[in-house]
Structures are given as C-alpha cells and as structure tokens.
C-alpha cells in the first residue's frame, strides 16, 4: 500500500494513531534524564536526535521508531539509526536485534541504553587512541600538558647547550595537529654558557633600538632564561627578527660549534608555514594517521637516545641481572628490592652498585648504557658528568653553618646578585627550606640534610639525581612532603630521580624497578598492582575469639589466600579464583560473628611483592 493512501497519523479513529501515541509516551519516559537527546517528528514517526562531540569530529543521530502497524503497512523497519559520518561501532546491530517491551511493543528506553553504550565505546576508543599517543611522546619526550589539557602538550628538546621547547595541539587527532599559536616565531630556551651579561646587552641593544622604530606591535619577553618573540611576520619585522636571529648564531657558534654544524637550521622550525610544508603534515592520512611522535622527529633533528637514560639488560658482578628500563628527565625511577626488611646491608650493596654503574664509577657491567646519546661501554670507567648523589651525610665543616650559606659552599653561582639570589631560592623553595634557611645544618634531621643535598644538586644544575633513603629515615607525614618535593623538582629543574627508598615513595615515582631474587622487573604502580587477582583488591579482616572450627572453615576456602598477619586474629586475603563480594559472602557464613573489623584496599607494593611469591603455590 503506497504512503498515499495512509491514513494521517493524526486520524484518532485509526489503529496506528493509538500505537503511535504509545509509542511517543515511551519515547519521552526514555528521554526524561537525558539531556543528551531531543524529541523529532521525520518520516511520520517519532524518535530522538543528538549531535555527540568528540572533538575530532561531530556527528549527528537520529533514532527514529516505528509502530507495528508501520512495518505491516509500509514494510519498515521497527528501529532505524541514521548518522550521516562513519563511526568506529557498527549501530547496526540495534536495528537487526530491537528490543521489545512486556506488551509486544518497540522499547525506545532499552534501545536508547544500547545506543548510549555504543556511543560511549565510540569516545572511549577515542580516548584510548589519544593516550596512547601520549604514551608514546612520554617514552622518548618530557612534556607536560598546558591549561589542564593533556592533548596540548609542551615538549621540551635538549642540546647540550640548548633546550628547544615546542607546543602542540592534538586533540583532534586522528586529524592533523597544530602549533599552539599562529604567530609563536621562536621559542628558545638557553643554558650555560650564554651568560647573563651577553643576553643582557642583546636584550638591550636590539629590543630597546626596534621598540623605538617599532613601537608596542613587538612583544619581547625573558623569563627565567626563555626567549619568546612574538608578532604575527611582515617585512619590516622579520628584518628585525633576523638580526636577533643573525646575534643568537654568533653567541651559539662560540659556545656550541659542533652543535650548530649538526643543527644549523633550528631558528626556522616553529613556524607555521614551515610546520605545514612539512611532507608528513602535506600527505597526512586520517585513516592512517603518523604518530605525534613521529611529528615531533620530523620537525627537529634529535640524535637517537639524545633525551634519554637507557640502560638495556646491564648485568653486573653476578648479584643483579638483566636491568633494562629508559627514563627522560623530568621523571622520576624508583628502586624497591623484595627483602628490604630482611638483609637491609646486602640492598644497599645492590643499590650502590647501581648507582655507580649509572654514574660511570664502576665499569665491570654487561649490556649496553647509553646517557643522553654518550654510550658507557664495559671495562673503561669513566665518571659521568650531571649526575650527583644525594645524601644525609654532608661535609663536616658545614655542620656551623646555616642552611643558606651551606648549599653554595664551593659552588660558584655565575651571574649577577640578583640573578644568583634568585636560583639560589628557587633551590631552596623547591626543597621546602627557604622559610628554614637560617636554621644550622647541625641541627637538622636526617630529612633535612638530605633535601640540603639535593638544593645542592639543583645549584649545580645537575641532570640526574641519585638518593638512597633507609627504611626508617621517614615517616608517614614527612614521606608525603618529600613526594611533594620530588614533583615539583623534576618539573621545574628538568631532572631525572633515581630513588632507592621505602615503599610510600618508590610507589610514587613514574617507573619502579622492583628487584627479586637479583632480577630485577620495571613498571609502573598500577603496571604491578594489575598483576594481582581482582585488580588488586585485597580484604583484611580482625576477628575476636574464632572457635577453632569456624576459623578452619574459613581457612578451607579454596578460593582465596589467607596470610597470617597476627595467630588467629588478623589475616590479610588476596581473592585468588573469585570476585570479593563472593569471597566476602562465604566469610560470613564462617566467621561472621567474630569480624569486629573489616577492610577492602588497593593493593600496595609491597604486597605485589608478597603475592609473588605465592602466587607460583596458589595460582
């Protein structure tokens, strides 16, 4: 029967008026806490639409109904889904199997939640798409997000002279990125030896002659040692950036001759223009996009492992094997061995040893180790450069000295007054020892006296931070602060941590290498807590006076692993076979009424540790 001859949907004596009118009831009780979707009228039939918004691209659907009389006489489907953009999930699916309601009819509420868990796959592997892509950056770069958004990233580049900063949008990705701004000309960052007089007497010479030629249109700004010029480029401008461009060669020439022979072109990479003429942003494939990482490597000439530490299955004197892990600076490795409570001497042997083999002081290792591009090759020892460790001992002949005067003894500060006060406060700020810089270092805890060390490390610009802290060193309170410390460090002074300690704050750091039965393992905390049945969930109990045979009913589950922790009362559980609730449950109908404490947690590592070596007798 052709739609000609149909009734209006609007005649009150007809059969499908009243399974419409039904069928818009259901539709708004489905749409009443969403504000997602809003009501439409297409085709003679009623449904909902929306437009979903994943940044990289927009689209819109429209889920239409129709009655039972509509499939009888027009011969469509119940349910139909238009969306004009290919999407990652197939909605197909929702149209081939409908669901139905008690009476036989469409369910726009079910139908509505299948829609809704499509689309949420659909960001979710967006979102999985994206972090992935800042994984990648992570393993080779140190970044950080900008304005909360972890898909505009500043990327920081080093020379040895040089640190190249570049910013970047990819949100939108799998579309091409973007440079943060259209008229970001030159973002460099100089180091040692540029010194303060020469950037003073650039700045001077070029920025106070041009601002009288050229007025407010240049914006020329130096912060903490970070040259930034910005203005949209025209003629006259660009002669002035030139110049400053010509000055910067010459300073770069004299003090880094064979980097700029091997980087002669790195004044020219921010731009914009020059970004899109790049041959991996022309031919750019959203289909089959180039990793961010690969972006980053085609605009800037890197030298492989130029901005890493890397050490690849080093073993040394038999007591460790296979170490293999990379970092970059601005993270932070910790180091955490199985029997650090039992032969505490022997893992600090281990540890130093480590420490030395990094550092370049002991050379009877095999593998390979590469520090910032420069190998160290078995058999030569060589001390490295840029690598301090930190320690609670200091020199005796600083003991009569205040916390000021102690951290730049023997160190010379280049500079003028005020630029010296200044890092040395910022040392001592990042440390949380300005407001205690008069105090005597006589009079300082273990604590203290490491962070003194560590503001002399960062005085000295160091790259990488060793520090091994004994078990007892810290308590709760003063680990947490230490962590604090350690963030903030990492992030301001670009170095890398290296930190042999107690749990609380090897459980903090970026990557953990955990070390067992002289092996050693790196991951991340939840890279180890994943590694225990549950997602590491663990439960613990406290019970009051068990009688003997429901403690042993309790202890007969099979499904679960019960430690001991104090004879008869307290035992930690890991859920080995079931979920925690099914584990909770059959505790209950054992010990129930002796439980006077209960507790669910994450895992720590510690008890990763733990489970290892049980899990091979229970798993």
Request: charged letters at 30%; hydrophobic letters at 35%; a positive charge.
């Amino acid at each position: 029967m052709s739609n000609s001859k149909l009734k209006s949907p609007f005649d009150k004596s007809g059969v499908r008026y009243i399974q419409l009118s039904l069928l818009k009831s259901k539709i708004i009780d489905a749409m009443r806490f969403s504000e997602r979707y809003w009501l439409i009228y297409k085709r003679k039939t009623f449904g909902l639409g929306t437009i979903i918004d994943l940044t990289y691209k927009k689209f819109y659907i429209e889920i239409l109904f129709f009655t039972n009389e509509d499939v009888m006489q027009r011969g469509v489907p119940l349910v139909k889904i238009n969306t004009p953009t290919e999407t990652q999930y197939d909605f197909n699916e929702v149209i081939v199997n409908p669901d139905f309601d008690e009476d036989g009819t469409i369910s726009p509420s079910k139908i509505l939640k299948r829609v809704n868990n499509l689309i949420d796959k659909e960001i979710n592997y967006h979102l999985n798409v994206l972090n992935t892509e800042i994984q990648l950056l992570s393993e080779n770069f140190e970044n950080y997000p900008i304005e909360d958004n972890p898909y505009f990233r500043k990327i920081l580049i080093y020379y040895p002279n040089l640190v190249l900063k570049l910013r970047i949008r990819f949100e939108n990705y799998p579309n091409v990125p973007s440079l943060a701004e259209k008229k970001q000309l030159i973002i460099k960052k100089f180091k040692e030896p540029i010194s303060e007089k020469i950037k003073e007497k650039l700045f001077e010479y070029y920025l106070d002659s041009q601002f009288l030629r050229y007025g407010k249109e240049i914006k020329l700004l130096d912060e903490e040692k970070e040259f930034i010029i910005e203005k949209q480029p025209d003629t006259i401008f660009q002669k002035f950036i030139n110049k400053i461009k010509s000055k910067f060669r010459v300073i770069l020439k004299e003090k880094t001759q064979d980097t700029f022979e091997e980087f002669g072109d790195l004044e020219e990479i921010i731009k914009e223009k020059n970004f899109n003429n790049l041959e991996i942003i022309k031919n750019w494939n959203v289909e089959k996009p180039s990793h961010i990482n690969d972006v980053i490597k085609s605009i800037i000439q890197i030298k492989e492992k130029s901005q890493l530490l890397i050490l690849n299955n080093v073993t040394f004197e038999n007591i460790l094997h296979n170490v293999s892990f990379k970092i970059h600076r601005g993270q932070s490795l910790g180091v955490y061995h199985n029997s650090l409570y039992s032969d505490k001497s022997a893992n600090l042997d281990i540890v130093n040893i480590l420490f030395e083999v990094i550092s370049g002081e002991k050379s009877n290792f095999s593998g390979t180790i590469s520090i910032f591009g420069k190998e160290i090759h078995p058999g030569i020892k060589n001390k490295i450069e840029g690598i301090f460790f930190a320690s609670e001992n200091l020199d005796s002949k600083m003991e009569h000295l205040s916390i000021k005067n102690a951290i730049n003894r023997n160190i010379y500060i280049r500079g003028k007054r005020k630029s010296r006060k200044k890092l040395l406060n910022n040392a001592l700020e990042a440390t949380g020892l300005l407001n205690r810089k008069h105090e005597k270092i006589a009079k300082l805890s273990k604590s203290a006296r490491l962070l003194v060390s560590i503001s002399r490390a960062l005085l000295t610009k160091q790259k990488i931070i060793l520090i091994s802290i004994p078990l007892s060193e810290m308590g709760r309170l003063e680990s947490e602060q230490f962590n604090r410390y350690v963030e903030k460090i990492k992030k301001k002074f670009h170095v890398i941590f290296i930190i042999h300690g107690p749990q609380n704050i090897v459980s903090n750091c970026d990557r953990i290498i955990t070390i067992k039965d002289n092996k050693a393992e790196i991951g991340t905390i939840n890279h180890f807590i994943s590694k225990i049945p549950q997602s590491g969930e663990i439960l613990t109990i406290e019970l009051n006076n068990p009688i003997e045979n429901a403690l042993n009913k309790m202890l007969d589950i099979d499904s679960a692993v019960f430690i001991e922790e104090r004879k008869n009362e307290r035992y930690k559980i890991y859920c080995i076979k079931e979920n925690p609730e099914e584990i909770i449950n059959k505790i209950m109908n054992t010990v129930g009424r002796y439980i006077y404490n209960f507790k669910r947690h994450k895992a720590t590592l510690e008890e990763y540790l733990e489970f290892s070596n049980i899990k091979e007798k229970y798993v």
